[in-house]
């Protein structure tokens, strides 16, 4: 008889908190069957029952990376223009331990996802999303007349989630030299050059 | 009897090859003994000989790249100032097929890096060689009057290699989106804030 339905949702939740603890101590390099079963103190029978094959449990440890950042407290207040922009680039540098942790944990992601087609394309269609949103951001700006107008938007913002993305992974490595205050800074020296006069992203 | 020295280091080449085949074409977490042997046509049993524990293999694994990135051939030759700087970065994008791979295969690192102290520690040191590197060039650029006097030019260099790390990431995923020529404007658009007058690193 299968479990009700409270049961397996509740089981449900058992899972993806293991499977999250497992991912902040251990990467995805360290996520298998029996390091999350460990983790629940539960069998790795019962998790085959969850996960047939490696790539199941993958595809839901990105499903819950996704809803915890999804779920998780923002920072900032939303704004417009140059202000939403750099909310949106401080919401995700790793200044807590929190975010850190996270971060860490979508690091950590990219391995397993260039390796797997599939996991490839959805990673590659979470960041163009966010690029959409940045994309927005950088427009209103433009309107606006806080960047300069000729301002190639879709660039700018590209330009700003790399900068985001490569600062994430030097914090992770070096968060002595990188503690949260010298990472706001930086991001703020990089926006003060693209709100520059005379500077136009129109590459 | 061991083998003959000659033998040995033949063997150890044989060895890096195959572990930069399966790195290239696996990530860091498809990186096993098995796999190793099964690229060498070599039983895992000689390979335990070369890689007594998975520790050793990873340590390896990262030896070879270094030694790759040190011997592969630059794109352009060695500059001054800003010249220099644009060039140490245009040299880490991924512009083409082989430097694809390879940095397929560093971003991959990150995962099981992060997850070991030492390793972390041996990437954090690399990184930071990296940022004195580039700083020297931002002196020098600062120096030839190509960027504003008062930079800080510790910071700019670290904001430099972020940036050209998270460009990195983002044509790994959406190469069709970050084709070469845009990575390139995308960084020489970055250059460009860079050198604007008025806008000091003095964060």
């Known amino acids: 008889m299968p479990p009700a339905r409270g049961d397996h949702d509740a089981r449900r939740r058992d899972v993806s908190r293991a499977v999250w603890r497992v991912l902040a ?117 433009v309107r606006r007349g806080e960047v300069p107008a000729g301002t190639a938007v879709e660039d700018l913002a590209a330009a700003a989630q790399a900068f985001v993305l490569g600062l994430v992974v030097q914090a992770l490595f070096a968060p002595g030299e990188f503690p949260p205050e010298r990472q706001v800074a930086l991001l703020d020296g990089w926006l003060a050059g693209v709100a520059a006069p005379g500077v136009t992203w129109d590459s």
Do not use: C
């Open 25 to 141: 101590t251990r990467g995805f390099g360290g996520l298998t069957l029996r390091a999350v079963a460990a983790e629940m103190q539960a069998s790795t029978g019962l998790l085959t029952h969850y996960f047939p094959t490696k790539q199941d449990l993958l595809r839901t440890a990105l499903e819950v990376l996704d809803q915890r950042n999804q779920e998780r407290p923002r920072r900032v207040a939303p704004a417009e223009g140059l202000a939403a922009l750099r909310a949106a680039l401080v919401d995700v540098l790793p200044l807590d331990p929190d975010s850190a942790a996270e971060n860490r944990i979508w690091v950590s992601s990219w391995d397993v996802a260039l390796a797997d087609p599939e996991l490839a394309a959805a990673h590659a269609e979470r960041y163009r999303r966010s690029r959409l949103r940045l994309t927005e951001h950088v427009a209103a700006a």
